[in-house]
């Protein structure tokens, strides 16, 4: 069966500090891959996606970066962070029918 | 108003009743799915429905989709504590991207 790995779980970072959040699928093959962001309290806001090695759309223009290293693994980086890079940050998969199956989460603040 | 806005924001029930929250979009869809999260937890994906389908179940969940309004509702029979979560809908329009509505915030009283 599939599982999907994010760590860590909890980050506390000071503003201008870098970040590495790490997303792992296993059972699964090139699968797309996502990484949302959540505010407290509010929906999901897509920030990258890739359908491959190496291959990253971003969504919204900001301080974050992604990288594919490895079909399975999906990194998301910042090299300074802000204070409005708080938040939870979800990495998913999406299977056969599109549905998307969830990590559970990266809880990140920055003060 | 957003793709994907869930309707009411915030719902609480006894326990034996049933829940029912909607979703608006905006778009063409292919299909709409439906997701739980309990608080501090990733989504869990309960149920998807296709463009071309009008209703669907999965045990105590009923699904229904109305293209020509661009709505969709989720209704959970007989809700019990357990079922206490945020529900999302999200939209499939075939371009990889998934959009999220801001979610209904279900609460069921013992």
């Known amino acids: 069966s599939q599982t999907i790995h994010q760590w860590p779980a909890t980050l506390v970072q000071p503003v201008g500090s870098p970040l590495s959040l790490e997303c792992t699928v296993e059972?699964?093959?090139?699968?797309?891959l996502y990484w949302y962001r959540q505010a407290a309290g509010r929906g999901l806001q897509l920030l990258f996606y890739s359908v491959g090695i190496g291959q990253i759309s971003s969504e919204v223009p900001q301080n974050l970066s992604a990288s594919r290293p490895q079909d399975r693994q999906f990194i998301l980086s910042s090299k300074k962070l802000l204070l409005s890079d708080s938040g939870f940050y979800l990495c998913?998969?999406?299977?056969?029918?599109?549905?998307?199956?969830f990590g559970p989460g990266t809880r990140l603040t920055v003060l | 108003s957003q793709q994907g806005e869930e309707d009411p924001q915030a719902l609480s029930i006894q326990e034996g009743e049933n829940a029912t929250m909607n979703c608006s979009y905006k778009t063409s869809i292919n299909n709409l799915q439906w997701y739980r999260q309990n608080s501090g937890r990733g989504l869990v994906h309960l149920i998807l429905i296709r463009s071309n389908e009008r209703e669907k179940h999965s045990g105590r969940l009923r699904v229904t989709l109305d293209t020509s309004k661009k709505s969709s509702s989720l209704l959970i029979t007989a809700s019990r504590a357990a079922d206490t979560a945020s529900y999302f809908c999200a939209t499939d329009s075939g371009t990889y991207k998934y959009i999220f509505g801001t979610g209904t915030r279900l609460k069921v009283l013992a």
């Open positions: 059972g699964t093959s090139n699968p797309n």
């Open positions: 998913a998969w999406s299977g056969f029918y599109n549905e998307q199956f």
